[in-house]
Structure formats: structure tokens, C-alpha cells
């Protein structure tokens, strides 16, 4: 009688410990699939935040570009024909150097490169009135830090050297916009 | 001897016993593998799955202001063909218009002005852009032609046909990466004559 009941009793505890250890079994299961799914969950996260930032800093980039664009289309710069995102050369060299616009643009630096034809040497050649135009950089103010740069045209009255007549010759430039880190 | 005969009897039935709980055991252990198996292979396949979804997407494409600008730019640049008389140079839209009239049409050097187009813009776009294989903008393809937007009546459901004339097509390098573009369009009556480009960059 009381071994029928001991024996009872053993595997009563035997049955239990195997029910704990399924129960162990089935939690790290558990454990596991949600760390797979949070693991899974934050590659996705991290994947969408990247694209996320992407289009936020080309945003930021498409807004600095009208902002540059804005500027190449003031009277200062903008072309006798009144077309947008051309520059008038002949107004660059008057306005190189001047400090009194310095704060007037909300650009920190401003400069204006020539790219297409580029010269042979594809040395940096800075426009003065004694070289212009046979240079290929105007330099505003401020110095070239951080900038934001897009394609403007950039057109001169210029004497045909065969004929002696005059024609409005256009070519293809850059400008060159500080902006303060973070703006 | 009927003692001996017992105890062997109990061998037996206890080992059997034995064996019997043993194959219980291995045949759970078994369901387990192929549970265990069969999960792993779920996993893997949704996995498969969902990065095969993710690769497959398309590279994005943009419209980008800053190569609106260069194509904007770039028509306007002034060529070295004059078509009527020195130094009324033209620029590329120019050209462009006049190669679509007249394929034959020649500047005063007597080149002519479609090859005169294809000249410049073989050399413009690859120097100002930097298309370089290795670097960051890797190709472009850049394409011009004629867009007429036609209404064609079809049992009186107006539909609009677009037709596409070739012009010219100019292209660079292998493209991977992310594709950005933008078009600029011409005015040529009845329709448009389109520039696009396309371009490439990692």
C-alpha cells in the first residue's frame, strides 16, 4: 500500500519536472521567436530612418538650390535677356569683392566657376579685369566652405574674332553658395 | 527452476518495457527535430522572402533641381555653328530645333547641325557633369525627341496618344546605383520637342 503510494507519488514528481522543463522548453522558444522579430523590426526601423534622413537632407539640399538660384536671378547678376539661372559675366568682375554685400544674401560665401569650356590646364585662374575672360573663377566674398553649388548659365557680349561684329556668347557654370553648417 | 524460469520472464518484460519507453522517447525527440526543423525553414523563407522584396525594389527616381538647371543651362550654351551668318552663333536648343526640321540643314562651316548637336553635347555633359566609371556619377543617358500629344477619338472616348520621334541619344558608361533625371522641355508647334537626361550615381 505505502509503496503503491510512494511509487504514485514519484511519478507524479517525475511527470511534473518533465512539465517544467517543457514549460522552460516552450518560454526560451518564446524568447527567442520575439528577439528574432524585434531584431527583424529594427533592421526594418533602421532601413526606413536611413531613407527617411536621405530625403530629408536632399530636401534641405533642393532648398539651398532655389536659395542659389534666387540670388543668380537679382538684378546684381541676372542676364540683359532676363532669363532664369543665367549670369551676366560682365556684372561678375563689377562685383567682385564686395564687402558691402557681405550679409546681404543669406549665403555665408558666394562664387561663380566657369565649367564648360574648361581651360586646358584646369588650373583655377581667378577673374580680374585685367585676365576676364580668360579665366574661370569670380569670387564674390567670403571664402568657399560648406557650399551648395548648381549649374547656371553664363553669358557676355564678346567681339566675334573673325567678323570684328558683336554676339551675347553663353557658357556653362556653377555658383558656389556658403551656407553655415546645420542652416 | 520455476523460480529461474520467473526472473527471466521479468528480464524480459522489463527489458522490453524498456525498449518500448526508449522508441516513445526517440519518436518525441524526432517530432521535436521536425518541429524545430520545420520552423527554422519558416523562418528562412520569410526572411528569403522579405530580402528578395527588399532588392527587387527599383532604384529610386527623382526629379533633381540641380540637373534641371544643368539641362536648362546647357541648351542655352552657345555653339560655334552659325546657321544663317557669322557671329549670329546658335545655341544648342537652337540646333536641336533646326536638326528636327531639317536633318540636312548645315551651319556656315558646313558642318552639319545635328552633327555640330552631337559633337557638343557628347563633350558638354560627360566634362561638366564628371562621368567617370570610378567616380561618384558613374553614367547618363541622355535622350532627345519630339512629343506630339495627338487626340485620337475612339467611339467618342477622347484618348491621348503620344508620339515619340527620335531626335538623338546620347549615353555613358554602365549604370548602378540610384538614378536621378530631369526633362526640359522645347516648344515646337504642335508639340514639344523633350530633353532628358538620366544619371547614375552611387
Known amino acids: 500500500m505505502l509503496y503503491a503510494k510512494y511509487t504514485k507519488m514519484r511519478s507524479i514528481k517525475i511527470k511534473d519536472k518533465k512539465a517544467q522543463l517543457k514549460i522552460q522548453e516552450m518560454s526560451f522558444m518564446l524568447v527567442a521567436v520575439v528577439i528574432l522579430f524585434v531584431l527583424a523590426g529594427l533592421f526594418f526601423v533602421n532601413i526606413k530612418y536611413r531613407e527617411l534622413h536621405k530625403a530629408a537632407v536632399e530636401a534641405e539640399k533642393e ?15 541676372m542676364c540683359s535677356s532676363s532669363k532664369s539661372g543665367c549670369i551676366d559675366t560682365d556684372k561678375l568682375i563689377v562685383m567682385q569683392e564686395r564687402q558691402a554685400y557681405k550679409g546681404f544674401w543669406p549665403v555665408t ?3 561663380v566657376r566657369k565649367i564648360y569650356p574648361s581651360n586646358d590646364s584646369e588650373l583655377e585662374i581667378k577673374c580680374t579685369k585685367n585676365n576676364y575672360p580668360n579665366c574661370n573663377i569670380f569670387k564674390i566674398y567670403g571664402e568657399e566652405k560648406e557650399t551648395i553649388s548648381t549649374f547656371v548659365s553664363l553669358c557676355r557680349n ?23 553648417p546645420g542652416k | 527452476m520455476k523460480n529461474a524460469s520467473l526472473e527471466r520472464f521479468w528480464l524480459v518484460l522489463s527489458q522490453e518495457n524498456k525498449m518500448k519507453r526508449i522508441g516513445k522517447i526517440s519518436k518525441k525527440g524526432q517530432h521535436e527535430i521536425v518541429g524545430f526543423i520545420l520552423i527554422v525553414v519558416i523562418v528562412v523563407v520569410i526572411g528569403l522572402f522579405l530580402l528578395v522584396f527588399y532588392l527587387r525594389q527599383e532604384p529610386v527616381e527623382r526629379q533633381s533641381s540641380d540637373i534641371q538647371n544643368f539641362l536648362q543651362s546647357s541648351m542655352r550654351y552657345t555653339t560655334s555653328c552659325a546657321i544663317n551668318y557669322a557671329p549670329e ?43 567617370d566609371p570610378e567616380g561618384k556619377i558613374n553614367a ?8 506630339d500629344i495627338s487626340e485620337a477619338d475612339e467611339e467618342n472616348g477622347s484618348k491621348e496618344e503620344i508620339q515619340k520621334q527620335e531626335i538623338l541619344r546620347l549615353s555613358e558608361g554602365n549604370c548602378t546605383g540610384s538614378k536621378t533625371g530631369a526633362e526640359h522641355l522645347i516648344a515646337y508647334h504642335p508639340g514639344n520637342i523633350v530633353a532628358s537626361i538620366e544619371i547614375c550615381y552611387i
Open chain 1, 63 to 77: 532648398k539651398a538650390i532655389s536659395t542659389v538660384i534666387k540670388i543668380a536671378d537679382t538684378p546684381e547678376f
Open chain 1, 109 to 111: 560665401s558666394l562664387s
Open chain 1, 158 to 180: 564678346e567681339k566675334d574674332t573673325e567678323t570684328g561684329l558683336m554676339y551675347e556668347k553663353c557658357e556653362l557654370g556653377k555658383v558656389l553658395a556658403g551656407f553655415e
Open chain 2, 89 to 131: 552663333y546658335s545655341s544648342i536648343e537652337d540646333l536641336i530645333k533646326s536638326c528636327y526640321k531639317n536633318e540636312n540643314q548645315e551651319c556656315v562651316d558646313e558642318r552639319k547641325v545635328c552633327e555640330a548637336v552631337n559633337e557638343t553635347l557628347s563633350e558638354l555633359v560627360p566634362e561638366s557633369l564628371q562621368v
Open chain 2, 140 to 147: 547618363y543617358s541622355m535622350f532627345i525627341y519630339y512629343e
